[in-house]
């Protein structure tokens, strides 16, 4: 059974990057035929995909293009993870955080359990 | 971006009624179109892949149909564990998008 465990804080300044961790059992981040993805959920309940990470002998990412100058989504294959920063936060990006995985291209099938981060000197 | 518009937006039904959700595409995404139940405080759960591929362990009271801009969720008979928010989405190009949720309440 894949978990997806997530971790980080849930105050964030403005100006300030947005770090959160997602830790994988069950599948490994390096399965060939899985992807890795962020998405976030606003206040107001609309759901936005971020970007994702996968392995296909090489490492590729893709990325929204309304976070793509601020946002790096990275594996850790030793410690079975990957990771989330996006920089330069202001309160428009205060959301509940959702790291999850797909399998065969996009029907997102596990998901962590959320992480409300909220954007507020 | 490729648009998803869901209607209704909020829909009132009774245990035991058939329930349809609507979605629509800004442009063609062949079948790669998922469907997501969610309940407050919980993170969604995809129901349907490829517009009608039913994931394992849903029940077969849900069905999806569709191609191309319009797509459907069909709920045969409505069951109390069903009251919550569902969502489409397309996986046919990036960004990702997200319909904007249809809310199932209690009539």
Sequence with gaps: QVQ?????????????????????????????????????QSPSGG??????????SKWYNAY??????????????????????????????????????????????YWGQGTLVTVSS | DIQMTQSPSTLSASVGDRVTIT????????????????KPGKAPKLLISKASSLESGVPSRFSGSGSGTEFTLTISSLQPDDFATYYCQQYDSYPWTFGQGTKVEIK
């Excluded at chain 1, 759901?47 to 296909?56: D, H, P, V």
């Excluded at chain 1, 793509?68 to 989330?84: A, E, G, H, M």
């Design chain 1, 4 to 40: 997806l465990q997530q971790s980080g804080p849930g105050l964030v300044k403005p100006s300030q990057t947005l770090s959160l961790t997602c830790v994988i059992s069950g599948d490994s981040v390096s399965r060939n035929t899985a992807a890795w993805n962020w998405m976030r």
């Design chain 1, 47 to 56: 759901l936005e995909w971020l970007g994702r990470t996968s392995y296909r």
């Design chain 1, 64 to 109: 929204a293009e309304s976070v793509k100058s601020r946002i790096t989504i990275s594996p850790d294959t030793s410690k079975n993870q990957f990771s989330l920063q996006l920089r330069s936060v202001t309160p428009e990006d205060t959301a509940v955080y959702f790291c999850a995985r797909d399998m065969a291209g996009g029907a997102i099938d």
């Design chain 2, 23 to 38: 979605c629509r595409a800004s442009q063609s995404i062949s079948n790669w179109l998922a469907w997501y139940q969610q």
